[in-house]
């Protein structure tokens, strides 16, 4: 369990959920992927969506990142109904993804890549040929990032050359620079080592303290390690949500994990 900093009440004043789904479904010609989904996520916890292979983790995902459309319910970010918006128009909003969609730049170096994320918010792109003068602001920030994902040593290296952990910690400084007031984040730790899965554990340890990080994620120790609440799906639907402790002796829960099936 973390402990996070003291927390701003949302917006609306609408409790401290910073996202909220009512009712959410999404079938795919007449099969439902995802039944009548009501997950709450509370600002500045890391909340993480688990289930079976199946049961609808990157559905609800895609949903929440408006990569899909429900076919019946809503999505409300700070009280707002966003289940309308448009992906492109949430990083806006201060709802951010991560992970899936690769935002390095192979052939740019570390600063380089974090130059780019910075520069977005700004509605300003690719001004490399300005003076360096003008672009302080900016490089100082960037070192700023560079340095707090622990990439400092690598700044002036191209993204293509890092290890697949250190990428991970360059999307997390890419990704950092839109100030994101959540994270989605879609199997952090997919295709990392022990070490890796360490290094990046304790990255998003450190953005959520104040921040709000929604995660799926496989590995049930990372799991067990970071989350403060975890919501359990199966067949589309929510089985159980609590915290580790909770979910973990449920016997649907347990259940649902027996037969070869893996979280
Ligand atoms: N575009 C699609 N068209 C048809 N069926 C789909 C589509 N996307 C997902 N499904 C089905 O919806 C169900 C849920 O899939 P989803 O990928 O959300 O599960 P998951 O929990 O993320 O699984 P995994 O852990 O294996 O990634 C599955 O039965 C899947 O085959």
Same mark, same amino acid.
């Given at each position: @369990?973390?402990?996070?900093?003291?927390?701003?009440?949302?917006?609306?004043?609408?409790?401290?959920?910073?996202?909220?789904?009512?009712?959410?479904?999404? %079938?795919?010609?007449?099969?439902?992927?995802?039944?009548?989904?009501?997950?709450?996520?509370?600002?500045?916890?890391?909340?993480?969506?688990?289930?079976?292979?199946?049961?609808?983790?990157?559905?609800?995902?895609?949903?929440?990142?408006?990569?899909?459309?429900?076919?019946?319910?809503?999505?409300?970010?700070?009280?707002?109904?966003?289940?309308?918006?448009?992906?492109?128009?949430?990083?806006?909003?201060? @709802?951010?993804?991560?992970?899936?969609?690769?935002?390095?730049?192979? +052939?740019?170096?570390?600063?380089?890549?974090?130059?780019?994320?910075?520069?977005?918010?700004?509605?300003?792109?690719?001004?490399? &040929?300005?003076?360096?003068?003008?672009l302080h602001?900016? +490089? %100082?920030?960037? #070192?700023?990032?560079?340095? &707090?994902?622990?990439?400092?040593?690598?700044?002036?290296?191209?993204?293509?050359?890092?290890?697949?952990?250190?990428?991970?910690?360059? %999307?997390?400084?890419?990704?950092?620079?839109?100030?994101p007031e959540?994270?989605?984040?879609?199997?952090?730790?997919?295709?990392?080592?022990? %070490?890796?899965?360490?290094?990046?554990?304790?990255?998003?340890?450190?953005?959520?303290?104040?921040?709000?990080?929604?995660?799926?994620?496989?590995?049930?120790?990372?799991?067990? #390690?970071?989350? #403060?609440?975890?919501t359990v799906?199966?067949?589309?639907?929510?089985?159980?949500?609590? #915290?580790?402790?909770?979910?973990?002796?449920?016997?649907?829960?347990?259940?649902?994990?027996?037969?070869?099936?893996?979280?």
């Amino acid at each position: @369990m973390q402990q996070h900093a003291p927390r701003p009440s949302g917006p609306t004043g609408d409790g401290d959920n910073i996202i909220e789904t009512r009712g959410l479904t999404k %079938e795919f010609l007449g099969f439902v992927a995802v039944r009548d989904v009501n997950l709450k996520v509370k600002r500045h916890t890391i909340h993480a969506l688990i289930g079976p292979n199946g049961a609808g983790k990157t559905t609800v995902f895609n949903l929440l990142t408006k990569f899909l459309r429900p076919t019946s319910g809503s999505i409300h970010f700070n009280g707002v109904d966003v289940t309308r918006t448009a992906p492109a128009d949430m990083a806006g909003q201060g @709802m951010v993804r991560s992970f899936q969609i690769s935002s390095v730049f192979s +052939h740019l170096t570390v600063l380089e890549n974090v130059r780019v994320a910075l520069q977005r918010p700004l509605g300003i792109s690719f001004h490399f &040929w300005k003076p360096r003068r003008t672009l302080h602001p900016l +490089h %100082e920030r960037a #070192d700023e990032l560079i340095e &707090w994902v622990g990439l400092t040593p690598y700044r002036d290296v191209n993204a293509g050359e890092l290890s697949y952990g250190r990428k991970r910690a360059l %999307e997390f400084a890419t990704t950092l620079a839109l100030e994101p007031e959540m994270l989605l984040l879609d199997e952090p730790m997919a295709g990392l080592g022990h %070490e890796d899965i360490h290094r990046i554990s304790s990255l998003i340890k450190r953005v959520a303290a104040n921040r709000t990080v929604l995660m799926v994620e496989h590995n049930l120790s990372v799991v067990a #390690d970071l989350s #403060d609440t975890i919501t359990v799906l199966t067949r589309g639907s929510v089985l159980a949500e609590g #915290d580790y402790a909770a979910v973990s002796t449920n016997p649907s829960v347990r259940e649902a994990y027996i037969g070869g099936v893996h979280a």
